[in-house]
């Protein structure tokens, strides 16, 4: 989002208010009186909007100084030196040079503001969701990181493509595809030469932060994505064969690599990862890594209604597929292992509600919110209630949940109704799947709902709304942006199927759409540009369309 003149520096129940604030710290005399907590704006944010005149010429005359400097003590043969402003071009394996810039030049100002951005976006969020500290090494790491090694160049491609597509910045986007291109370079050459020449640490991170990239920037489904889990998937098989790694934060990475490749293989039924038993990342008596082993049965059953629909493999993905009995190539056997397997997640899910930190259902009360927040929970489809968990991580277990069956039970009705199919009407057993299939669509709609209602907590709205709420949307954390992403692809996904739609009596299939652009435009998830395209098939014909340019909609 665009933004003029000098942020002001009041609290934020005065700026929402729009009357004057003493700015007296910590608190102002307004909210002493009325009895409100007094809240201000960080620091770095009025740095980051403040782009008024004299900040502009100020950064301007910076620059020019210090590009006076470099000229006078470099001659042009220098320019092949490395550093963190100058990238060289990425070189293919076939030796042709890439289509990208051969060089860019960062200026101090713009790479400073991409990194803290970044920071914020994707380190600072972890405190609000308590995840065991996995990403609180990055700002070090990155500090001592080599400008020439692959994880420097991951976290600036990330770095800079976050902050070229949440604020327009069309430089920053540029030069955030050119490190990306260095990263990929460098993570081949690391990934075919001796393990022990990697680091393990900077290995794992950096295949997590170039998915990032990727969900930041590629807008149609051209591949590069899956590409990307083929690295992560090849980092599971090769840097984890025998166990435990050095350390107990390496097992943490490798669980985050591990979770995002199972999201992977839940999507598009591909054979997932082996779930060892010797895997020292799991424990039995976690209930989310409890949930991960039971994501892991989901995928196998997925891969095995792949198989009976395609009769295809997986020979162009890492992991060998498991054996299949002669059980698992009989429809109806399958169809039954699945809803066994459904029963066991809802049966684990109502004995582990409050390990998420589950509170309480309350109205949105769309008319107490920011401008954005009244926009978005204003329109066809919009959920009347949110769910209320103590922290986001809680709501991000709840929809993990939740997109785990929707893509199970989207297994379920489509066997279920082509064995409809095959039996007569008034079989038996024809009568059973069909029953079998109006029962799944009412559930799959059930688990829309709920991840609809997921959503303002994601996006940071409080209970009660008001001033505690962000006042813009350049507030939320850029993370929150890929907790929502998943479940609701897995939404889409069910909400094409003629029989979901019947009972989609909320319209959950004409807001979805709506939540995919404010993430395109809003958080820079250039990814929804994609499921938002794909969407058409199951819009209304009378559907405004034009909603969803970057223009119009929440921009």
């Not at 070090?140 to 991951?154: D, G, L, T």
């Not at 995002?260 to 890594?289: E, Y």
């Not at 209604?305 to 295809?312: A, G, K």
Request: aromatic share 10%; hydrophobic share 35%; charged share 20%.
């Amino acid at each position: 989002m665009s933004y003029r003149g000098r942020p002001s520096r009041g609290c934020k129940r005065c700026v929402s208010k729009k009357v004057k604030c003493d700015q007296t710290h910590p608190a102002c005399q307004r909210c002493l009186k009325s009895g409100q907590a007094c809240e201000y704006k960080d620091e770095f944010e009025l740095i980051h909007r403040n782009q008024t005149k004299t900040a502009e010429k100020t950064a301007k005359d910076k620059w020019r100084q210090r590009a006076t400097k470099e000229q006078s003590s470099h001659s042009p043969s220098s320019t092949s030196s490395s550093s963190p402003e100058q990238i060289a071009s990425p070189i293919r394996e076939d030796g042709l040079t890439s289509s990208l810039a051969t060089s860019v030049q960062l200026r101090p100002a713009l790479q400073q503001m991409a990194y803290l951005r970044f920071f914020y976006d994707f380190i600072s969020a972890q405190d609000y969701y308590n995840v065991g500290s996995t990403a609180d090494p990055i700002p070090e790491m990155f500090k001592k990181a080599s400008p020439n090694s692959y994880f420097h160049s991951a976290v600036s491609a990330v770095s800079l493509a976050n902050f070229g597509s949440r604020f327009k910045h069309e430089e920053a986007r540029q030069k955030g595809q050119v490190y990306y291109g260095k990263a990929l370079g460098q993570f081949t050459k690391a990934m075919t030469g001796p393990e022990e020449e990697m680091d393990t640490n900077e290995a794992l991170l950096g295949v997590f932060l170039l998915g990032i990239y990727e969900t930041l920037t590629s807008t149609t489904f051209d591949g590069s994505y899956k590409t990307h889990q083929m690295g992560a998937a090849s980092i599971l098989r090769s840097r984890y064969r025998n166990g435990m790694l050095r350390d107990a934060l390496q097992n943490r990475y490798l669980a985050v690599i591990y979770i995002q490749v199972m999201l992977h293989c839940l999507t598009d039924g591909v054979a997932p990862p082996p779930f060892d038993s010797k895997w020292k990342i799991w424990t039995t008596d976690n209930p989310r890594h409890q949930l991960m082993g039971l994501m892991h049965r989901a995928a196998i059953m997925r891969y095995k209604f792949r198989r009976l629909s395609e009769n295809t493999g997986s020979a162009a993905w890492p992991f060998k597929a498991p054996e299949l009995v002669a059980d698992d190539l009989n429809p109806d056997k399958v169809l039954e292992q699945a809803l066994e397997l459904d029963s066991r997640l809802e049966e684990w899910w109502q004995g582990q509600q409050a390990h998420f930190n589950y509170q309480a259902s309350v109205e949105v009360n769309p008319q107490n919110r920011p401008s954005w927040a009244r926009e978005l929970f204003s329109l066809p489809g919009a959920p009347s209630h949110m769910s209320v968990f103590n922290t986001a991580l809680g709501a991000l277990g709840a929809d993990l949940y939740r997109g785990t069956r929707l893509y199970l039970n989207l297994s379920i009705l489509r066997c279920a109704r082509q064995a409809a199919v095959r039996s007569p009407g008034t079989d038996k057993m024809s009568i059973y799947h069909e029953s079998i299939v109006t029962a799944t669509a009412s559930l799959i709609i059930e688990l829309i709902d709920g991840i609809c209602m997921t959503i303002p907590t994601l996006l940071q709205m409080t209970p009660t709304g008001g001033a505690d709420d962000p006042t813009t949307p350049d507030e939320i954390y850029g993370f929150r942006a890929l907790m929502i992403f998943w479940p609701l692809i897995a939404s889409s996904c069910c909400l094409k199927e003629e029989e979901v739609m019947q009972f989609d009596v909320n319209l959950r299939r004409m807001w979805i759409p709506c939540v995919y652009a404010f993430l395109r435009n809003n958080l820079g998830l250039a990814k929804a540009q994609a499921f938002l395209s794909d969407t058409s098939s199951f819009l209304p014909v009378s559907f405004d369309e034009s909603l969803f340019s970057n223009e119009m909609m929440f921009d």
